[in-house]
Nanobody
Framework: QMVESGGGLVQAGDSLALSCGAS????????VGWFRQAPGKEREFVAA????????RYVDAVQGRFTITKNNANETVYLQMNSLKPEDTAVYYC????????????????WGQGSQVTVSA
């Protein structure tokens, strides 16, 4: 079970940080990712961090504004979002799977319930 937190309502240009913890599970050797789904749209890839922590990938729309990290010590995955735009409004989901680095949602094993992020103009 993964649980996201940190969502909310902000204004365009603001920053917001999402956190994701997994009860009873460490993220050692786990690739982690964030996806989002806006109303009426399909779930889309946002960011991924490889299982060994060596590489990250971002969708072009958030490159340079969002940063994905994980802290194995406190078993938490983060998504730092800066310079937020109204088009970033969506439900954000964290996800994880053992020993992967992928942008494909079907390859992830564990998913959170989602956290709403709303960015007003």
């Amino acid at each position: 079970q993964m649980v996201e937190s940190g969502g909310g309502l902000v204004q365009a240009g603001d920053s917001l940080a999402l956190s994701c913890g997994a009860s009873g599970r460490t993220f050692d050797n786990y690739g982690v990712g964030w996806f989002r789904q806006a109303p009426g749209k399909e779930r889309e890839f946002v960011a991924a961090l490889s299982w060994n922590g060596y590489s990250t990938r971002y969708v072009d729309a958030v490159q340079g504004r969002f940063t994905i990290t994980k802290n194995n010590a406190n078993e938490t995955v983060y998504l730092q979002m800066n310079s937020l735009k109204p088009e970033d409004t969506a439900v954000y989901y964290c996800t994880a799977a053992a020993r992967i680095s992928t942008t494909t949602p079907a390859r992830y094993t564990f998913w959170g319930q989602g956290s709403q992020v709303t960015v007003s103009a």
